[in-house]
């Protein structure tokens, strides 16, 4: 099998979310950095590798991917015997499930998540000033879906059922970030879910990602 | 027993899955949920959806929604007939399948959904009028991501390969109410796009779907 690269930067969410993955599943991978304050992201080169000009990209022989949860489910699918499985795929209705609560990730939790994320981490890293009104309604609006995951929580362990899988690992990079942030409260105000993001963000896989940013 | 689709034929969502369903000729019912009275957010249809929106779906003991996630566990459920919008046996394009459903619902939907809702549902659901500014952003964003589209096309018959999948059936119900609207050029404009458009809505399936598409219809 070619040897499989992921093009990304590890201050990024999005690889984040990629490379979670990867070291859940210990599979062997080259990270290739892009160097975005150069704009490398939207160089020819990387552009063949993903024409929307995002981190991260992924490229096994002659295969091109990119979107990270594109990225996740082929290597969750592809390695379903190493590491930890991060599928459920016992049944259809399993698998169902899990597509569901990973549409609610990508749909529900992902949109005002990533506008906090942008507004209460990234924008002050940048120097740029945060906006407020962006901030209350956003929170708002995860206030909300956070509501519905508490009582999801209530009756399972983890959003698909009761083994950590993709779906809890898409949550990893926008939780992180919000946890230390002044959005934290709306997760602290949950029991449910407070219990929950401490256990998945306590993962090693988890820690090995945060580590790539010391490099 | 059958498949029951609860949702309404109007709906860009429900569409999206009432189009996947007759691509594989599944047996289905389709309950309608009264939005005005806003059936949606009382408890009995929360408690097959905790968003409150549609569509939602009962396939004996297992409710889901999501449409996206509705129309692959279809696509799941009967793999193996002639219709494969999963390319599930083919692990290299089940990954393209993958991503182009991901381009849909994280690049394309987030830019043309505020012009269809700006156009269609604030003048007729709520009387109101469109804001202009939105529309524009919008569109200037739907432009890059239709132009990414277009080079593609130019690599393959459709999104994620030379064949239809699930990741160009997701386009559907989006594209055809936007091509009531003067933004219709922008699909229009790109040559391979509208080749595109042309052909995936012409299939039967979706046929079957666009005559209930009809919010913005005069009576």
């Known amino acids: 099998m070619a040897v499989m690269k992921v093009h990304g930067n590890a201050m990024s969410t999005s690889t984040q979310r990629a490379l979670a993955c990867f070291y859940e599943k210990d599979v062997e991978f080259q990270f290739v950095n892009v160097n975005m304050g150069a704009g490398e992201h939207k160089s020819e080169s990387f552009l063949s590798l993903n024409p929307f000009g995002q981190v991260p990209a992924f490229e096994q022989g002659d295969l091109k991917l990119f979107e990270s949860r594109a990225i996740t489910q082929y290597i969750a699918q592809e390695y379903t015997d190493k590491g930890t499985q991060l599928l459920l795929p016992g049944s259809k209705e399993t698998m169902a499930v899990l597509q569901l609560w990973k549409e609610v990730e990508a749909h529900q939790f992902n949109p005002p998540s990533t506008k906090l994320v942008f507004e209460l981490h990234y924008k002050p890293l940048f120097g740029m000033a945060t906006d407020t009104a962006a901030v209350e309604e956003n929170e708002a609006a995860l206030a909300m879906v956070l509501d519905v995951y508490e009582a999801r929580l209530a009756e399972s362990k983890y959003l698909a059922g009761d083994h950590f899988t993709l779906v809890d690992l898409h949550h990893l990079p926008n939780a992180h970030y919000l946890m230390r942030s002044s959005a934290k409260k709306l997760f602290d105000s949950r029991p449910h879910v407070s219990a929950w993001v401490a256990d998945i963000t306590a993962r090693p896989a988890w820690s090995k990602v945060l580590d790539l940013q010391k490099h | ?219």
Request: hydrophobic content about 40%.
């Open chain 2, 1 to 219: 027993m059958t498949i029951k689709l609860y949702g309404v034929a109007m709906s860009t969502c429900t569409a999206k899955v009432l189009a996947c369903l007759h691509e594989y000729g599944a047996e289905f019912e389709l309950v309608p949920v009264n939005l005005q009275n806003g059936e949606h957010k009382q408890p009995a249809f929360l408690a097959k959806n905790p968003f409150g929106q549609i569509p939602a779906l009962e396939d004996g003991d297992l409710t889901l929604f999501e449409s996206r996630s509705i129309s692959t566990y279809v696509a799941e459920k009967f793999k193996g007939s002639s219709c494969d919008l999963l390319r599930s046996q083919n692990p290299k394009e089940a990954a393209l399948v993958k991503t182009w459903m991901e381009v849909e619902s994280q690049q394309f939907s987030p830019a043309i959904s505020p012009i269809f809702y700006q156009s269609i549902i604030v003048p007729i659901l709520y009387g109101g009028s469109p804001n202009q500014a939105i529309i524009d952003e919008s569109a200037a964003k739907l432009g890059k991501v239709l132009d990414v589209y277009e080079k593609k096309l130019s690599s393959s018959k459709y999104l994620a390969g030379d064949f239809y999948s699930l990741a160009d059936l997701h386009h559907l119900t989006y594209i055809y109410y936007l091509m009531k609207t003067p933004y219709g050029k922008l699909i229009n404009e790109r040559p391979r796009v509208k080749a595109w458009w042309e052909d995936i809505s012409s299939r039967p399936a979706f046929k079957k779907v666009a005559p209930g598409l009809t919010l913005g219809d005069k009576n």
